[in-house]
């Protein structure tokens, strides 16, 4: 019997504007491109990161001799296999990517030399400063499963040769039951002093010591069964649209798999909400009109937001709100004010959604 546990461990990254590292380059207008940059303002998409964690037990050769021999209770005993999955975390993350519909050139003055950071996608970083790429968010990393008992070179070790030449279960079975017993006696007097062949020196006994006790708990699993535990690590992206989206398959996950496309039935599905929060304006004049957009202007995004919630077997298991660049609009800055030859003005630009983070005048 396979069972599928859907309890949650929730870790989630909101707020944090972040997206996945990019080498940064630096462009100087001059006369080689006639003092004009191209770039491409960003969209932005969001990774949804889902850790599950696979456990997978397996009953012993000998489980139905546990309590004659070893005096252990069921709890204690596996006696039948099982596989569980467990949603452990996941994690919301925006990211920006370059948008080929939204590239624009600007042009600067003649001697200008107006420098702009770029992405490695062409998404503006920073005017008249220097910008890095931003740093990766942590996420989970897989962890694989460490070998079982009955996995290690002791458990070769172990196996005596009146368990080879045994005939039945039962006879097995009470084989490797007195050699436990064996392996603890002799554990024993090695610890009180009492062995007929004492280890050398201590670094010796620790090893003798070592090697008794994987023996001895290889051949308890024989009789207690195997646990065996790894997570699994995978990512799907979803980019926002327009408009609200109430119920979005993203995909599923498998008690056996773990996460599946969202076309595999045999998985539970992992739906993602969309929730428009703002949509981003165009800035008003005194009269409470929109402002035009400046002449040869430096494009930038003002974004709106909205709210991203996971829905996983009934349970929101992670929301965050998020400024998304598609829900906005884009205004420009006036390129006269980067080579304003007293006071320079300098820009940095959010890579997700193309907003403006911070300006001001060297």
């Known amino acids: 019997m396979k069972k599928f546990a ?26 080689t491109n006639e003092y004009a940059l191209v770039y491409s303002l960003p969209m932005t998409v969001v990774d949804i990161t889902v850790e599950t964690e696979h456990t997978i037990k397996q009953p012993g050769e000998f489980f139905n001799y546990a ?12 006696r039948q296999p099982e596989h569980l999955v467990v949603v452990k975390s996941v994690t919301i993350t925006p990211r920006g990517t370059a948008d080929p519909d939204n590239r624009w050139q600007v042009q600067f003055k003649n001697g200008s030399g107006v420098t702009m950071s770029l992405m490695e996608d062409g998404v503006p970083l920073a005017i008249n400063t220097d910008a890095d790429a931003p740093v990766s968010p942590q996420l989970p990393k897989a962890v694989p499963a460490q070998p079982t008992p009955l996995e290690s070179p002791a458990a070769r070790e172990a196996v005596t040769e009146e368990m080879t030449l045994s005939t ?10 007195n050699r436990i017993f064996e392996l603890r006696e002799r554990r024993n007097d090695i610890f009180s002093g009492d062995a007929e062949a004492m280890p050398p020196d201590g670094r010796a006994t620790e090893l003798v ?16 069964g195997t646990v065996k535990t790894f997570t699994e690590v995978s990512t799907i992206t979803f980019t926002p649209r327009k408009e609200d989206e109430s119920k979005v398959l993203l995909a599923r996950v498998s008690p056996i798999e773990g996460v599946v496309a969202k076309d595999d039935l045999s998985g539970i599905p992992l739906y993602l909400s969309y929730e428009i929060l703002t949509r981003g304006k165009l800035p008003e004049n005194e009269k409470g009109e929109a402002k035009k ?5 430096v494009a930038y995004s003002i974004p709106g937001s909205a709210r991203i919630s996971l829905h996983f077997n009934g349970n929101i298991i992670g929301s965050a709100d998020v400024d ?32 403006i983070v911070k300006l001001g005048s060297k």
Do not use: W, Y
């Not at 957009?293 to 202007?297: A, C, R, S, V, W």
């Not at 304003?340 to 907003?355: L, M, N, Q, R």
């Open 6 to 31: 859907t309890i949650f461990s929730i870790a989630f990254l909101g707020t944090s504007v972040v997206c996945f590292a990019q080498s940064t380059q630096k462009f100087t207008a001059d006369k």
């Open 67 to 78: 309590t004659r021999h070893l005096g252990l209770s069921d709890k204690n005993v596996i």
């Open 168 to 177: 039945t279960i039962g006879r097995k079975a009470q084989a490797a039951a």
């Open 209 to 224: 010591l070592a090697g008794l006790s994987a023996q001895e708990a290889a051949l308890t699993a024989m009789f207690t």
């Open 293 to 297: 957009f400046p002449k040869g202007g």
């Open 324 to 355: 998304i660049a598609q829900l906005g609009v884009v205004f420009g800055i006036d390129p006269a004010l980067f080579t304003d030859k007293k006071a320079p003005a300098f820009v940095e630009f959010s890579p997700v959604t193309g907003a």
